[in-house]
């Protein structure tokens, strides 16, 4: 049985004191719910954050550096993570991959070393517009799938959590049907079990990603495959990500 996990990517949004806000109230909010939680803040307020020793709501960065330190301006090694308290970090974004040129073997270095220094890594994959357009979405997953957990032991592939998220879908509305994505998941597991076995796969969870709110996240928990979700937007609003969080009840 997978335990599902719901998580917020709150991107580039957030002060320290606005993040510690949100933070402390959330951590009361959700205390009795069966889901992993986590947060993941930028990179500014996670020590402060930490701080707080929240007993229910976990801790991932948004992102981390190929390599473990050295001269590398601007970036963050996972010793640096460990070091604040994360136990999760976000590994190939569509916003890194499209915006900041981040390719799959880049994604397997981060996967290698975040598991290397005991950070859960949530890997990101989806298909563009124009990729779903012309039939390849599952073409895409399949290949990012099989990069990100290039060289990684069938013992260590279930810490990786991965995210299903559509980039179409990503802070325009727009959701995949609960069907399409359960779909769509159902062969990311298919690639895991090709890989790996199938029960190396059964033990894999898949987070869909992509305009969740409340009005949606029902629905998305009730399908098969679907172990939760990453949550963008909706995820920097108490009531909006608390309610999410809850979905069950
Ligand atoms: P939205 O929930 O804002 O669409 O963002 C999804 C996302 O990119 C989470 O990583």
Redesign the pocket.
């Known amino acids: 049985m997978r335990k599902p996990i719901i998580?917020?990517?709150w991107?580039m949004h957030k002060t320290v004191s606005e993040a510690l806000e949100l933070c402390e109230r959330l951590d009361r909010a959700v205390q009795d719910t069966d889901a992993e939680v986590v947060v993941?803040p930028p990179f500014t307020a996670l020590s402060a954050v930490c701080g707080l020793g929240m007993s229910k709501v976990k801790i991932g960065a948004q992102n981390l550096s190929t390599a473990e330190s050295g001269a590398y301006t601007g970036e963050i090694s996972p010793v640096m993570l460990v070091d604040v308290c994360c136990s999760y970090v976000?590994i190939g974004?569509?916003?890194r991959r499209q915006l900041f040129g981040e390719t799959d073997e880049m994604v397997n270095q981060k996967v290698q070393l975040a598991l290397k220094h005991h950070l859960r890594p949530i890997v990101?994959v989806g298909e563009t517009l124009e990729q779903r357009r012309a039939d390849q979405t599952e073409a895409v997953v399949v290949s990012q799938t099989k990069a990100a957990f290039a060289g990684v032991s069938k013992e260590r592939a279930p810490e990786i959590v991965v995210?299903y998220?559509p980039i179409w879908?990503?802070?325009?509305?727009e959701?995949a049907s609960a069907e399409d994505a359960n779909a769509v998941i159902g062969t990311i597991r298919k690639t895991l079990a090709e890989i790996y076995d199938q029960e190396t796969a059964d033990q894999i969870r898949i987070q869909y990603?992509?305009?969740?709110?409340p009005s949606n996240i029902k629905e998305l928990m009730a399908q098969p495959e679907i172990d939760g979700?990453?949550?963008?937007?909706?995820?920097l609003d108490f009531d909006d990500f608390t309610a999410i969080v809850r979905y069950n009840e």
Do not use: Q, R
């Not at 990603?209 to 709110?213: H, P, Q, R």
């Not at 979700?229 to 995820?235: C, D, H, P």
């Open positions: 998580a917020g990517n991107k993941c976000i974004h569509s916003e990101c995210a998220e879908a990503i802070g325009t509305g959701t990603g992509g305009s969740v709110k979700v990453l949550v963008g937007g909706a995820s």
